[in-house]
């Protein structure tokens, strides 16, 4: 019996230095206020300077009802995560998927997460590298209008130079300060975009009716800009990860510290969404860029630090965004394939992380309609009705109680959302790619 005991406890031990490894469960001492700060970094990303864009195409009605129902449904959604990431006593779900094997079994909870949150994550990313590098070129082109100019695919290089560098930190932990940077810049550039237009006061010649030359381009244009909503709420494919690092116990479980942090962060996620949606749309009407930012021409210095600080806010969210992913690839590496925990380990698969996402982003860098795709396909189900469909598999809610009623709402909304902004985002990235040379 003895040598069957000591090779459990081996088993135990070496399990346990794997989490310690791991980059979600080997630092368990955040603060409250880091969830806050990673929360805003993770939502408030590029999707809010394409607010103003999706009010083009969506109107003032529409618009508006959209912005804040998204708002209180994933709010909404968030909470029950929170709720939910330590539902059973003594165990911590301290990754989505590890949530997902909880409410559907271990198989297929794996199969309906994962691949829905590897989708979100690397293609949040992706699109990452393009807003770094176009937000680098603009910057350059308003401070040194007379310099010769520089490709975005080089910008997009210099960009991801920068995340080989950063890739390596081991955890959440570890980026807090980025993370920071990043959430304060999130604030500085979201108030730079409402600030300046509303100085400069409305265009005199400002139109607020739809712009497309059809009936069924309004409508595409409409359902695109669904997808921009649904991607500006787009944090909860990071949210688990993030509670995964503050400190639990019976008495003072981790939600407490987390809801605190999600409450500030929402309340910061409205400052800065609806000011920049509504007075960039109110000054510029229909003829607003997809990134606000491009809209602005003076004066210059603003222009030009705005696109900065966005520069180091999506630095702090490609991190956020990341960090699950990494945990993925190290797990599977370290716990299916039995590869030892290494800084060489986390060198090779990282850096080659950063150079698929980056060598992407130079294939195809048509912002806008990237954002309407992805933020239907694969994030609206995580974000708007995933968690509502967990929540009614683990607590059974009465039927026809307000509980079920919620989650049904949220579930109907999501799958909408899902079905009819890849439409929007499908197209136009055709009619994009139609002018567009690869690698150029």
């Not at 992380?353 to 609206?380: D, E």
Request: proline share 5%; charged share 10%.
């Amino acid at each position: 019996m003895a040598p069957n005991n000591s090779m459990s406890q081996e088993e135990e031990a070496r399990q346990k230095a794997i989490d310690d490894w791991l980059p979600i469960t080997s630092s368990r001492n955040a603060k409250w206020w880091y969830s806050a700060f990673h929360n805003v970094t993770a939502m408030v990303g590029a999707g809010v300077l394409s607010l103003p864009y999706a009010m083009s195409h969506l109107g003032w009605g529409p618009g508006i009802a959209v912005l804040i129902i998204s708002w209180v449904v994933t709010l909404y959604t968030l909470w029950q995560m929170v709720e939910m990431h330590e539902m059973v006593p003594g165990k911590r779900f301290d990754r989505y998927h590890e949530l997902g094997q909880g409410a559907f079994g271990d198989k297929l909870g794996l199969w309906i997460v994962v691949p829905q949150q590897v989708i979100v994550e690397v293609s949040t990313n992706i699109i990452y590298m393009v807003t770094g590098g176009k937000s680098f070129k603009k910057a350059h082109e308003v401070i040194c209008p007379s310099c010769k100019e520089i490709k975005t695919s080089y910008w997009i290089m210099i960009f991801a130079a920068i995340h080989f560098v950063l890739s390596h930190l081991p955890n959440f932990n570890s980026i807090s300060v980025v993370s920071l940077a990043a959430a304060v810049m999130s604030l500085s550039y979201s108030t730079i975009a409402w600030v300046v237009p509303l100085e400069k006061g409305v265009k005199p010649d400002v139109d607020y009716s739809y712009n497309a030359k059809s009936t069924s381009d309004a409508m595409f244009n409409f359902f695109t800009a669904l997808g921009d909503v649904a991607f500006a709420y787009a944090g909860h494919n990071v949210v688990l990860e993030i509670q995964a690092t503050i400190p639990s116990t019976p008495e003072k479980p981790s939600k407490g510290p987390m809801w605190k942090g999600v409450v500030v962060a929402y309340i910061i996620v409205a400052i800065c969404y609806f000011p920049v949606a509504f007075v960039g749309y109110y000054i510029f009407g229909n003829t607003v860029e997809d990134n606000i930012l491009l809209t602005l021409e003076k004066p210059i210095w603003i222009v030009a630090a705005a696109n900065l600080f966005v520069v180091v806010h999506v630095i702090g969210s490609y991190q956020i965004f990341a960090m699950p992913v990494f945990d993925m690839i190290e797990t599977f590496l370290v716990k299916q394939l039995k590869f030892t925990p290494s800084f060489m380990l986390r060198l090779v698969t990282r850096s080659l992380y950063v150079a698929f996402t980056m060598i992407v982003a130079i294939s195809v860098p048509f912002f806008g309609s990237l954002m309407g795709f992805f933020g239907g396909f694969a994030l609206a189900p995580t974000s708007y009705y995933l968690p509502c469909i967990m929540w009614l598999c683990i607590y059974k809610p009465r039927r026809f109680s307000l509980s079920w009623f919620a989650n049904w709402f949220c579930i109907v909304l999501g799958v909408l959302l899902m079905i009819l902004a890849p439409i929007g985002g499908l197209r136009s990235i055709i009619m994009s790619a139609k002018n567009y040379e690869f690698f150029s």
